[in-house]
């Protein structure tokens, strides 16, 4: 048996031994006795370690002429053992022992050639020595041979040569070899894929001690690559990459120790793993040890070794640290605010591929951040942040496409984009897409899809989702798309069932060759089909569309002039009319549930309760026991409001008028109609209206001690909006005061109005012949004045509702509705403006009261005001409109509030629209008399 037994040093008695028969062997000649003389030196075998002896016996050995001896002695020239570091003297032994065909001198003077080691590099001499020791069987050598392969380097390219000396290097037991060669079986270099191969070859490269194979195990178990997943074996292995200094199996380790990857959460370990990997220069854990300072993970916040590590990670090439250090400059965090340093490190980072650098350099590019406004370079940057999948990247492509920004405008490719940033997570781009769907951008409307999106972005945080989600509700558009409707045109149902339908008749087809087969109600007596005449129906071509006017398709406009046919010759044929108006509403087939009318069975309305009473009518509410369940959803209960007609058991022409009205300009803005029904008793048409729980204008404000103007805002926009609608139709409403303008709660607490009453309404080319009736602060001076009422008329309206809804009180309230007061307003009278109201606000009001008409702004114009203040205080609090409106906020809360109870109402100071008071004989406008000393009864009288 060998003896083993060891002394104090822990030299063995067999290396004693060979030590000494290696001393009395070197007095000689022996080279291989001097060689392993030096052996035995510079390993400590036998004897004291003592380098510089161990040089001495090298040298010997290899002026004997000794390759091995050679070859270390190179060895100990190019590591300065036990001599000086000499690289030529490194360089020429190793020569010496090449040429003696020592396969280890031959791979380590190919590794001087290759790495300019004691002579001038050439890659092509490193590649030849290299193939020499490797054909010899050196494992070494035949890495470096499949590395030279591999890349190119002293010889041509070939990846299956590469692959097969990699293969007999790790075969041979080289552990860089193996690892080599799994990576050729992971990525197909020179062989094809097989991650069971690879991870076999790992595998051997780790145990043999590999700290890269290491690594690679640790990806594997990870991943499930070539083996079966097992995050404690990839801790495991990770561990040992970590513990034998591989700066990325550190950077991997901290990882897991800070995602629970195989191991329990430790942000402490994980970042001092970081900082191993860090400090080793792997920019990786330079990038993630910035990120534990910025975000306070296993360590002290510190915006200043973040931005170090950053910049560290930055310079090493890593392209998420160099936009990091971009965002750093931007905001001045951790170092001074540096625009134009932000943007060359966005550039950099940009130009690296990195999609968020990408964006981000767009951005600069949109905004001229740190560089000079580009509206193409900002495309053409979000365009590659995009294609490389970056959501923020893709919404900001996509606004670029909808506003033609650096590109032609293409609502198309708009909608595309938003769709994938909106898929990806963007809540910006949910929030857009949404919108995309609700106006019909790029796409189809779809009110479904839009308020999907748009709540996916508000439930997210997003603000503009959050806003448009408020409108929604406020609009109640988002509750008419919960469910898709189905059988919107339900023909005989819920209407009168001795009403009998002109549509229901089968169609009387004329011959469409006779000269006079266009009349369709064409209304000229001259050459008027007899069954036209009739029957108010033909069956020729619509003088409008140019349609053939047959039964399943009336047009529309045919069934409104017809109406107005009627409205015109009517023989009092009551049912013929309701059922013609009925129809009209049920010629859309996109109209929804609210906007289509019904004969409703009088006994279906329940609990009758008097409200209140009109100039020409009584107003009622009720419960509707079959309201249909679309129109529940939407109203959240079943009350309606009833409007009696006085003395209407025939159907007034003025009524009549009024649904017409109704009819052309329903919206969601204006307060709808859901049918009309008859009181058995009475005989008096009823029309049955949406209930609007919180009453008028007036009556929703009086108890209102501290309203927010984002809240006045929203009411004057609804308001607006509404009027907008009744003006684009060419209406004018002629009745705009707070009695007729109805409030209700939407869900979330949130409250709308809507203009309702049109009774006054009439088109804007319409001149009037009967008299003029309103309430008198509401009415435009001109009106007073005997001219005609126009838009811009009720423009003036708009005026005096805007004091009412900033102050909450009732214009003139202390004084009586007379001709004093008319005077007065044509005199330039107008309300008192209450003090802190925004000046912006007052502005426009003045503009809306101005006494010249054409200085009035538009419904629209206001629209878009309201619009952007609603926008700005919402999303802006720093601009200068929303600042006045804040101020505003506080001064309501630090005094007391204008309420309507706290003021003495004059009895003839009264909602109730009222014949105007008529003017003396003498012109206003040449009216010079004194006001404060005129007897204005007795100016009246003397009129009379």
């Known amino acids: ?221 990870q991943h499930g690559f070539g083996t079966t997943k097992d995050e404690e074996k990839t801790f495991q292995w990770l561990m040992k990459s970590a513990e034998a200094g591989n700066i990325t199996g550190q950077y991997n380790l901290a990882r897991c120790y800070q995602h629970e990857i195989g191991t329990t959460i430790d942000e402490e370990k994980a970042f001092q793993w970081y900082l191993k990997s860090a400090e080793g220069k792997n920019i990786a854990g330079q990038y993630n040890l910035g990120l534990c300072y910025n975000n306070g993970i296993g360590t002290t916040k510190d915006e200043e070794k973040a931005f170090h590590w950053f910049l560290k990670s930055a310079e090493g090439g890593n392209s998420d640290g160099q936009n990091n250090v971009g965002y750093c400059y931007q905001h001045g965090f951790g170092t001074t605010k540096d625009k134009e340093k932000a943007f060359q490190w966005y550039l950099k980072s940009a130009e690296g591929g990195n999609s968020d650098g990408q964006y981000n350099l767009g951005l600069c590019y949109d905004i001229g951040r740190g560089t000079r406004k580009n509206g193409e370079k900002a495309f053409q940057w979000y365009m590659k942040s995009a294609e490389g999948g970056n959501i923020a990247g893709q919404y900001n492509l996509g606004g670029c496409y909808q506003y033609g920004i650096g590109t032609t405008r293409d609502d198309e490719k708009a909608f595309q984009w938003y769709i994938k940033s909106a898929e990806g997570g963007n809540i910006d781009g949910q929030c857009s897409l949404g919108y995309c769907y609700l106006n019909g951008i790029g796409t189809t409307k779809d009110k479904e899809k839009a308020v999907q999106w748009l709540l996916k972005s508000a439930e997210k945080g997003n603000d503009r989702g959050q806003q448009l989600i408020e409108s929604l509700y406020r609009y109640e558009f988002g509750i008419s798309t919960i469910k898709k409707y189905q059988n919107k045109l339900k023909q005989n149902t819920n209407r009168k069932e001795d009403i009998s339908l002109a549509l229901s008749k089968p169609p009387i087809i004329e011959d469409l060759n006779i000269k006079n087969y266009a009349c369709c109600i064409c209304w000229q007596r001259n050459g008027c089909n007899e069954i036209c005449n009739k029957n108010f129906q033909d069956f020729g071509r619509c003088h409008n569309c140019g349609n053939l006017n047959i039964r399943k398709n009336v047009c529309k406009d045919c069934k409104s002039l017809e109406l107005e046919y009627i409205l015109h010759f009517s023989t009092g044929n009551d049912n013929k009319m309701v059922n013609t108006i009925i129809q009209m509403t049920e010629l859309d087939e996109n109209a929804e549930e609210w906007e289509i009318w019904r004969w409703i069975d009088y006994n279906k309305l329940k609990d009758i309760k008097y409200l209140d009473k009109g100039a020409f009518g009584t107003i009622w509410k009720a419960e509707w026991k079959d309201m249909p369940e679309e129109l529940f959803e939407i109203c959240n209960s079943n009350q309606v409001a009833l409007k009696k007609l006085i003395n209407s058991k025939k159907l007034s022409r003025e009524f009549l008028r009024e649904l017409l009205a109704n009819s052309h300009c329903h919206s969601k803005f204006v307060l709808p109609i859901f049918g009309i029904t008859q009181d058995p008793e009475t005989m008096e048409y009823v029309v049955v209206l949406r209930y609007m729980k919180n009453g008028n204008l007036r009556n929703f404000l009086q108890p209102k001690k501290i309203l927010p103007w984002i809240e006045r805002l929203w009411l004057l926009d609804s308001f607006i909006s509404g009027l ?71 423009i003036y309206s708009v005026g005096i509702i805007m004091w009412v809804i900033s102050t909450g009180n009732i214009p003139f309230s202390d004084r009586a509705y007379d001709l004093e007061l008319t005077l007065e307003i044509l005199n330039g009278l107008r309300p008192k403006i209450k003090e802190g109201t925004p000046q912006c606000y007052v502005k426009l009001m003045k503009k809306c009261w101005h006494k010249d008409p054409s200085e009035r702004p538009r419904a629209k114009f206001i629209k878009g005001i309201l619009t952007e203040w609603i926008s700005d205080l919402t999303f802006d609090e720093k601009a200068g409109t929303s600042l006045e409106f804040l101020n505003a906020n506080q001064e309501i809360k630090n005094e007391d509030f204008g309420l309507l109870s706290t003021k003495t109402i004059h009895p003839e100071a009264s909602l109730i629209s009222k014949p105007l008071p008529l003017l003396p004989p003498l012109q206003y406008s040449n009216f010079n008399l004194s006001i404060s000393n005129t007897d204005w009864n007795e100016l009246l009288n003397n009129n009379i």
């Not at 060419?730 to 707070?738: A, K, T």
């Not at 709308?752 to 006054?760: M, N, Y």
């Not at 001149?767 to 009720?794: C, F, H, K, M, W």
């Open 1 to 221: 048996m060998e003896n083993k037994s060891c002394n104090e040093n822990g030299t063995t008695i067999k290396d004693k031994e060979i030590f000494q028969w290696c001393l009395k062997s070197a007095e000689g000649a022996n080279s291989n006795a001097k060689y392993y003389l030096g052996v035995c030196y510079e390993n400590g075998l036998g004897t004291t370690k003592d380098e510089e002896k161990a040089f001495q016996w090298y040298l010997k050995s290899a002026e004997l002429g000794n390759i091995t001896g050679k070859f270390d002695l190179g060895r100990c020239y190019q590591y300065g053992t036990g001599t000086t570091k000499d690289e030529e003297k490194a360089f020429q032994w190793y020569l010496k022992s090449a040429e003696g065909g020592n396969s280890d001198g031959q791979c380590n003077l190919g590794l001087c050639y290759d790495n300019g080691i004691g002579v001038t590099k050439d890659e092509e001499k490193a590649f030849q020595w290299y193939l020499k020791s490797a054909e010899k069987g050196n494992n070494v050598a035949q890495y470096d041979v499949g590395c030279c392969y591999e890349h190119g380097t002293g010889t041509i390219k070939d990846e299956e040569k590469a692959f097969q000396w990699y293969l007999k290097s790790a075969e041979g037991g080289n552990i860089i070899g193996q690892y080599n060669l799994g990576n050729c079986y992971r990525y197909g270099i020179g062989t094809t894929k097989d991650e069971e191969k690879a991870f076999h070859w790992f595998l051997k490269s780790a145990e043999g001690g590999n700290s890269d194979g290491q690594n690679n195990v640790g990806y594997c178990y």
């Open 724 to 794: 907008e609608v009744i003006h684009d139709k060419g209406y004018i409403h002629c009745d705009l005061h707070p009695g007729n303008l109805m409030i209700t709660e939407a869900f979330n607490n949130l409250t709308f109005l809507r203009v309702g009453d049109l009774g006054f309404c009439r088109p804007a080319d319409e001149i009037t012949t009967s008299g003029r009736y309103g309430v008198l602060p509401y009415i435009a001076p001109e009106i007073l004045n005997q001219n005609e009422y126009t838009q811009a008329s009720d």
